[in-house]
């Protein structure tokens, strides 16, 4: 098979084609672009192109100190964090129908543990275990006690589509919401995210975080990632330490 050459100065979004595949330039990378339609994983792109740039107001959220703080599930069609930028999810979903642009320090997540639902569930309030989780014990009395094999098992947050709903429904019963980590004394737990991109793209320089964190003695948080690639950039890092930490479960559905 003969060695495909890229073109040497492409412009952002050019879409190249050799043979029956083609590729399109985010910028940074050249990302495989898929000219079926998008897997319906990554959501509907209803909200539309978005920048976070610290100042302004997106979608209602007004940032606070560059964190702005979803309060509904967010269905973007392109993202752009700016540089320093948080997005918190504050208990809710993030899918991006096309390109997740991450800026120099920009996350995605929590900086410290967090307990109140949203769409989904978190983790565990302060001095409180919790169950069908994912996430980190805090200590020795208050626990994260995994999904047993009738809840689907560790398995079932594996599985793209199962994933992005954030609890699972079984021959036993449901819905049973995901929990991230426990709670201890004065410490919620880490909380969970759940981010579906289609593309994921890294900061030109420095590093963009996913966190769902815990203060120690909490238990760690869950990050469930669904994007194309076979895995995170290298210039993305991902966190969710805690007592004991937490799970992160990056997932490829092209």
Do not use: C
């Not at 050799?18 to 399109?24: A, C, Y």
């Amino acid at each position: 098979m003969p060695a495909i050459t890229f073109p040497a100065s492409p412009y952002q979004y050019q879409i190249f084609t050799s043979g029956p595949k083609s590729w399109q330039w985010d910028g940074s990378v050249w990302n495989a672009y898929f000219n079926e339609s998008v897997d319906t994983v990554y959501g509907t792109g209803a909200d539309g192109d978005a920048t976070l740039d610290g100042t302004t107001t997106v979608l209602s959220m007004a940032p606070s100190s560059s964190v702005y703080s979803m309060t509904t599930d967010l269905y973007f069609n392109d993202l752009t964090l700016g540089n320093g930028v948080r997005l918190a999810p504050n208990g809710y979903r993030i899918f991006v129908k096309g390109t997740l642009r991450f800026g120099t320090s920009s996350i995605v997540g929590f900086t410290t543990g967090y307990a109140t639902s949203g769409s989904i569930m978190q983790g565990g309030a302060a001095t409180t275990s919790v169950t069908h989780s994912l996430g980190g014990n805090a200590t020795a009395t208050y626990t994260a006690t995994a999904p047993h094999a009738t809840m689907g098992g560790l398995g079932y947050f594996k599985q793209p589509m199962q994933a992005i709903t954030g609890y699972t429904i079984t021959a036993t019963g449901g819905p049973m919401f995901l929990r991230g980590g426990a709670g201890s004394t004065g410490q919620a737990g880490g909380g969970v995210v759940i981010l579906a991109a289609r593309y994921i793209s890294g900061p030109s320089s420095g590093t963009g975080y996913i966190k769902a964190p815990a203060t120690a003695p909490a238990g760690g948080g869950v990050i469930l990632i669904v994007s194309s690639a076979s895995a995170l950039p290298a210039t993305i890092s991902t966190d969710v330490t805690g007592a004991n930490a937490g799970t992160v479960n990056y997932i490829q559905q092209v």
